[in-house]
């Protein structure tokens, strides 16, 4: 820093205390009314620059600190993974158990993800709460319940019902009931398959194997 402006005042300051003691004229008492202006001016830079220094110390030293605590997390994380490093080449990567020894060929992927894709979601249209069932067959994956109930799937327990009921209240007539013509006449004529029926869930399809084996 550049104390020269501190010394031009002082030396400024004794000349015009000067002129007050001794005999002078007043253009030379401008003048050095002058000079003590511009030293003041010079001075008060002088200041400001002080300042600038003053805050730009405070400043490294945050700095400072700073790097300490960020040089200090940084060999944390450094030693954290260098023990990760460590544990991992201890660590036995040799394991099969998870490895499956047979193989599946790739046609029998393509056959079971071309059964099951139909029924991973509902058709077009279906929306049994407002009635609507789009382009549903019949008996498919997705009826309600008053159809299922109604359906095939729920006759043998209806006839298992029956029975029990039948057999539980003793008959009072004569008549001989075998338990072969009460399931005639509790079981609906079978009807013949119709086409677009759904007749399960099974993707089991015997015709496939049979192709291909052929």
Same mark, same amino acid.
């Given at each position: ?28 008492? &401008? ?10 001016? @010079?001075?008060?830079?002088? &200041?400001?620059? &002080?300042?600038?220094? %003053? ?16 040089? %200090? %997390? ?34 029998? &992927? ?18 049994? @709460? ?54 005639? %006449? ?29």
């Amino acid at each position: 820093m550049n104390c020269s402006a501190f010394d031009t005042l002082a030396t400024t300051v004794t000349a015009f205390c000067n002129l007050f003691i001794n005999p002078s004229t007043p253009t030379s008492i &401008l003048i050095q009314t002058i000079k003590l202006l511009e030293a003041n001016a @010079a001075f008060q830079k002088l &200041l400001d620059q &002080l300042a600038i220094h %003053q805050r730009n110390i405070i400043r490294i030293k945050v700095l400072i600190d700073e790097t300490s605590a960020l040089n %200090q %997390q940084i060999d944390k994380c450094l030693h954290y993974l260098l023990n990760s490093r460590q544990r991992l080449h201890e660590t036995n990567l040799s394991d099969k158990t998870f490895l499956s020894a047979e193989k599946i060929p790739h046609t029998m &992927l393509l056959d079971y993800a071309a059964k099951i894709s139909k029924y991973s979601l509902a058709p077009d249209g279906y929306n049994p @709460a407002k009635g609507l069932y789009g382009t549903t067959p019949a008996y498919f994956p997705w009826p309600p319940e008053d159809a299922m109930r109604k359906g095939v799937l729920m006759a043998p327990r209806v006839e298992s019902n029956l029975l029990k009921k039948t057999k539980s209240s003793p008959v009072k007539n004569d008549i001989h009931v075998n338990d072969s013509d009460l399931i005639a %006449q509790i079981t609906p004529p079978l009807k013949k398959p119709e086409t677009n029926v759904f007749m399960g869930l099974d993707l089991y399809d015997p015709k496939d194997q049979n192709e291909s084996n052929h």
